[in-house]
């Protein structure tokens, strides 16, 4: 056994926008002011960053950020694939570049104008590699309605219903009307409005489905020595892990033996491997959310009960607040911003410094996960 | 525009299939009324989507095996706005996938229509349901490109 990310690495800084429909600032502009104030956060000057990483469909760059924000010489940079689901790999390519030397102060970012800028699925001229040809031209265009088919499939399968999946929105808004930070904030649900709600894709409704948001959030990681010498409460990368199954299709997943069993089930069994702790000692979870239908097969996925019974776990305000697992605490995709998952990575780190606007008494473990149902990753962090 | 593009349909601004090089004989067979899938040459076990090389095997060499266009739907969606244009014109249409008869693991994202040339939304949605028995038919889209639909069995 050669070199462990275990607690080798921590988040000492964390950034952000505001967020908001629309900001009139550019995505640039926006993420030099996340970075900014994560590296503030942490006490450490831009001219000490020497590793970046984001998602590959970030539009803005190491080459414009670095120059823009005074950062020194950058020996690590990489970007993650699948959208939402490269959320913590951005994380964890920093954890390994620092706990192998190849860089010493890493950025991880996210900004996008999703709330002004087009619905990715409009563009007709872009495909996904391979898939498209086998989906789009029957109307099958967008991730709601690829997601739909596999909830459909999983109500079906397992007696899911529209109460389970109500159940997460419920929890997610409850959280974000604690958050002054969240779209949402000011926003309650109720289930007649979410029972009456306007569908997008049946059976996913409006509130099944992720907010659009502008926004950009930055992290800063550092090793765990040096992590102790920073302005805050280190959160240490306990574990991290990537996933893609095999035979996996991305969102389309129908063509393998078992499309219910997604990347989650991947990542978690890397994960679990390479942590001191289990599913059982999680005290709160930051799972990805741009449908409801990803918390269970999210939950099972990740080891929180047994397969089929994801749904049933969200019951009896399980996911609230003093419940089994608290979600979400800052309101998620669903109600907080949806800016790839990146504010589940906050949100974590708050709740390990003990800093949440809906904390978890005592919370010293978080699992977050990035996207469900494209390959994806995940981060076991702890205080 | 590249190969890559997804040129709208000329009639009715229906995204047309735009075939890959591995996918390009199911558009073919398609256009001649037949339901194709690639199988290995080798050891026998047909893939979906088509691509270069047996997972199983790692064989290049592939054939068409002849489907009998029976299935069963395996899920479905009914897609609401914000759409595309041609797709919001056909309201209460359905997305279905529907897994093969012979080879249940091999699924295809199709529509189901009353018949052939029948519009997209021509199925009263209540009569969707997981494990109806369906049946293929082809339908030559106005831009030239015929893709494979689904009737019930049992209408």
Known sequence: MGATLKD???IAGIGQTPFARQLPESERTLACRAIVAALDDAGIAPSEVDAFASYTMEETDEVEIAKAIGAGDVTHFSKVGYGGGGSCATVAHLAA???????????????????SGPRPWKNTRVQLPTSGQWTRPFGLLRPADEIGMLARRYMHEYGATRDHFFNVALACRNRANQNPAAIMYDRPLTREMYMTARWISDPLCLFDNCLETDGALA???????????????????????????AQ??????????????????????????????????????QIYDAFTPL?????????FCGRGEGAAFTEGGALEI??????????????????HGFNLITEGV?????????????????????????????????? | MSSRDNPPDTAADLLLPVPDDDGAPFWEYAARGELRVQACADCDEPRFPPRP????????????????????????????????????????????????????RIRLVGNLVSAADAPLNSVDPARLRIGAPVKVAFHAMPGGVTVPRWILERP
């Open chain 1, 8 to 10: 080798a690495t921590a």
């Open chain 1, 97 to 115: 570049a620092i706990a192998t030397g190849q860089a010493h102060v890493g950025v991880a970012w996210r900004s996008r104008k999703r709330g």
């Open chain 1, 219 to 245: 992290c800063v990681v550092v090793s765990a020595e040096r992590a102790r010498d920073c302005r805050q409460r280190p959160v240490y990368v306990h574990s991290a892990a990537q996933g893609l199954p």
């Open chain 1, 248 to 285: 996996h299709h991305g969102m389309v997943n129908y063509w393998n033996d078992d499309p219910l069993t997604g990347p989650a089930w991947t990542a978690a069994r890397h994960l679990w491997k390479g942590a001191d702790l289990g599913p059982q000692d999680v005290d709160v979870a």
């Open chain 1, 295 to 303: 918390i269970p097969l999210s939950l099972e996925g990740y080891g």
């Open chain 1, 322 to 339: 003093g419940g089994r697992l608290p979600l979400n605490t800052g309101g998620g995709g669903l109600s907080e911003a949806y800016v």
């Open chain 1, 350 to 383: 708050r709740q390990l410094r003990g800093t949440s606007t809906a904390q978890v008494p005592d919370a010293a473990t978080c699992l977050v996960t990035a996207g469900e149902g494209v390959p994806t990753s995940a981060l076991l962090l702890r205080s």
């Open chain 2, 53 to 104: 090389c047996c997972p199983h095997c790692q064989s290049f060499a592939a054939r068409w095996q002849r489907m009998s266009g029976r299935g069963r739907i395996w899920s479905y969606v009914l897609p609401h706005p914000p759409l595309l244009p041609a797709y919001a014109a056909q309201p209460g249409y359905n997305a279905i996938v529907v897994e093969l008869a012979e080879a249940p």
